[in-house]
């Protein structure tokens, strides 16, 4: 165990950093397109069928649908910051703190709907876990800005 050695912690960590931040916008994208999919595939089945409560149904896959668009677009300028080589900044943790808000907006918003308009109104467990998304986020957000103001003080001693 003494002689082995990690490459990855040591080697290229720009070039790590890169690759996660492309795997995020990956995995964004293809939540986004999987809900797109899922709300066309709903609406062909509402068109389908008679005149009922079917927008209502649509209504939470739809703000997500949302959301998913704009974290996407938000981590997107994140990864292009961090190419620029802009990793620890303030724009960053903004940007961190934007998509824990929006999460946490997407868990209040489908909580209230699945209150309103749900079958089970007790049925919470996906508004949960964008909740708790958007807390994790919001934690992420505030240790980098601890981080800079750390960093900050860093530099102004001699």
Known sequence: MKGLKFSFCKKDSREELEFTMYCLVV???SCLLFCL?????LGMRLLEEPAGGGLVRMLPEN???VVLA???VLIYRIQRYVQR??????????LIMWIG???ELNG???MVMNACWAERPFSNTVPMVFLLLGVF???IACLFKVGIRMQEEQDLTV
């Open 27 to 29: 995995v964004c994208v």
């Open 37 to 41: 999919a899922r709300n066309l595939l």
């Open 63 to 65: 703000v997500t649908l």
């Open 70 to 72: 704009v974290c996407s």
């Open 85 to 94: 080589g802009q990793v620890f900044t303030k724009r960053n943790s903004d």
């Open 101 to 103: 808000l929006v999460l």
């Open 108 to 110: 209040i918003a489908q």
């Open 137 to 139: 986020f919001l934690f």
